[in-house]
């Protein structure tokens, strides 16, 4: 079977891999139809996120069963399901302490990092980490279900209440997806900050935003302005500071090394809370049925699809040039995804 394959960084390669079979009776196979392209996949590709050499990437995934070992009992050849690809043991340290997010086997266990993910026709998973997709969603809408989770179990840690006066920075799928999560727990008015200007006219055009939901191209801090604050670009924590209210809520999900500076007696004397937020835990559940329902207009977010041999254009229009090796905001896209089979 053929799949994007990461050599080194900005080293991706279109390869010839073998088709994975049933070993244990707990396994499934699911044959990929969609797979989205994540901001993790960008920062494998340049060398920003350590992943396996040789490694086929992709995670976010629906498909169809097509073979199955003799215990598995959730599910039959020809259901179309969603994958869970975030493995946990259940068994370590960490899994027992119910922080399933941060299972100890993790960075052997990553699918599309450290062992093959999803860019490809096959992936072997256990019944474990599959879930139903609805009749009447496409394969693109359920693969959305584990950036979503993730953005549920960030929410869910923020304890948000519905009057918070709430800000957005970046408008890329996962700000979208807080977005579509605070609506959920009745944030019905907010701002996303979004840099790049043809991300904003796509998120007009397609009418991404409802109720008293608006846009702004900079973010410029003024005092008291917010009680919560997502940050999706991991480098605007200064200015988060500067712009929360006291007792406010600063929410981290994004993975970009650089250095902030904030004064420990702030956070102290505002009662600040920063709350950093990585992978899901326990949410993965909820963003399936909340994709299965279909209220999500998850359309209006997937605005780019590619099959297999297509993925440098649409990495390229995610702002990631393989033959230059650089990234931009020269961004065409909301979310992509990968058409496969
Ligand atoms: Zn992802
Ligand atoms: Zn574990």
Not at 18 to 26: F, G, Q, V
Not at 129 to 139: K, N, R, S, V
Not at 150 to 168: D, E, G, S
Request: glycine share 8%.
């Amino acid at each position: 079977m053929q799949a994007i394959v990461y050599n080194n960084p900005w080293e991706i390669s279109i390869q010839e891999k073998e088709e994975p079979s049933i070993i244990l009776p707990d396994e499934v196979i699911v044959e990929v139809r969609a797979t989205g392209i994540c901001g993790t996949d960008l920062s494998i590709i340049s060398g920003e996120y350590m992943a396996r050499p040789q490694v086929i990437i992709g995670h976010e995934s629906a498909g169809v069963i097509v073979d199955k070992g003799a215990a598995v009992d959730n599910c039959q050849i020809g259901d179309r399901v969603i994958i869970d690809p975030t493995y946990y043991c259940g068994y370590c340290d960490n899994c027992r302490k119910g922080l399933r997010n941060h299972c100890l086997l993790k960075s052997s266990t990553e699918a599309g990092v450290s062992i093959d993910g999803t860019f490809t026709r096959y992936f072997k998973t256990t019944q474990r980490f599959i879930y139903p997709l609805a009749d009447a969603i496409p394969y693109e809408q359920g693969a959305m279900s584990e950036p979503l989770s993730c953005v549920l179990t960030a929410v869910k840690k923020l304890q948000v209440t519905p009057f918070m006066r709430t800000a957005i920075l970046g408008g890329g799928p996962i700000g979208l997806l807080f977005y579509l999560a605070l609506k959920q727990y009745g944030i019905r008015e907010g701002v996303i900050y979004e840099a790049s200007g043809q991300r904003m006219q796509l998120i007009e055009k397609n009418d991404v935003l409802t109720d008293r939901w608006t846009m702004s191209p900079s973010f410029v801090p003024q005092k008291n302005q917010y009680d919560l604050i997502i940050d999706t670009t991991a480098s605007l924590l200064e200015k988060s500071i500067q712009a929360i209210a006291d007792g406010g809520k600063i929410s981290l999900m994004g993975l970009r090394n650089n250095l902030q500076t904030i004064n420990p007696r702030e956070i102290a004397d505002r009662s600040i809370s920063i709350i950093g937020s990585i992978d899901s835990q326990d949410t993965f559940r909820h963003a399936v049925d909340l994709i299965n329902s279909g209220q999500l207009e998850l359309q209006k977010i997937i605005t780019n699809e590619y099959d297999l041999h297509h993925f440098d254009a649409a990495v390229k229009d995610l702002g990631c040039d393989l033959t230059t090796r650089q990234r931009s905001n020269n961004i065409s896209s909301l979310k992509s995804v990968i058409r496969i089979s």
